[in-house]
């Protein structure tokens, strides 16, 4: 509103200013980045470090991700040790821009003690030294109102004069979320209980499950860095055979040959793919947040609904 009010003063005027260049914006991963595009619209200018169908987990930042922080005006970053890269990337970088911690304010579940593995929990994290949170707060629509909520903060204080856009699309997009939960809370409420469980590769939808009452089951923990044992994998097929679970899902960015162990030793089908840390491409089915939410949901109810 701030830009829009400059330009009718510059058009009564008979001048138009330069257009001014959008705040320099990077997230850590594409989830987040699109949250900050939603929030941000034409005034913010993101960079994702971690792309779409990629891991976040294990990924290995490059020269050029350095050069990118360096550059940055704001950088958002989940926290909960999920980007166990990040603090000695941003040392490394020498960036100043302020870090954003996206997951500030959420209430965090445990991740797994016996499988949570290699995740640096530093000061841009937003946990404790030592901490063993699980990161993937964003599987929970409520959380999101969080992240949206720190990221309108974030934006309007490293750019002022368009503070007011930014509440004004926070606002539209918390709508959407509105929107999104009810239809996730339909569709789990037409699964039969008997049905609300789902095996996927690693603990990513503890958040979800605490949320919309499914139960997941995974081979790894909290992390991909952590592989699964042979010991994991004989608990989980004893456990399907055992709990007559009904679908297992491949994850988008997992090996997909372990679950397809799994379904052909235990005899659940699969389910199909769901997107857990990463958005697909703009041409897939799950370029958003909401578009990836809805499209899990779509797995789930498939896989799992009646009949």
Known sequence: MARAALLGLALLCGT???????????????????LVRAVGGPDV?????????????????SPADSRTLAQAQIIVVNGLGFEGW???????????APVVVASTGVPTIAGDPEHDHGHDHGPASGSAPGAAFDPHAWQSVANVRVYVANIRDGLAKADPANAEDYARRASA??????????????????????????ITTHASFGYFSAAYGLTFIAPQGVSTASEASPKDVGR??????????????????????????????????????????????????????????RQNLRAFAAALGPG
């Open 16 to 34: 138009l200013p330069a257009a001014a260049e959008p705040l320099r914006a990077v997230a850590t991963f594409s989830i987040l980045a699109d």
């Open 86 to 96: 990040i603090d000695r990337l941003v040392r490394a970088s020498g960036a100043k």
């Open 236 to 293: 989980i097929i004893r456990q399907i055979r055992r709990d007559k679970v009904p679908a297992v899902f491949l994850e988008t960015i997992a090996d997909p040959r372990l679950m397809q162990q799994i379904a052909r030793e235990s005899g659940a089908r699969i389910g199909g793919r769901v997107y857990s840390d990463s958005l697909s491409g703009p041409d897939g089915p799950a370029p958003t947040y909401l578009a990836m939410m």
């Open 45 to 61: 200018a993101v960079t994702s470090l971690v792309g779409p169908d990629a891991d976040a987990h294990s990924y290995n930042p």
């Open 173 to 198: 997009y918390l709508a959407e979320l509105d929107r999104l939960e009810g239809d996730i809370r339909a569709a789990i409420a037409a699964i039969p209980p008997e049905h609300r469980r789902v």
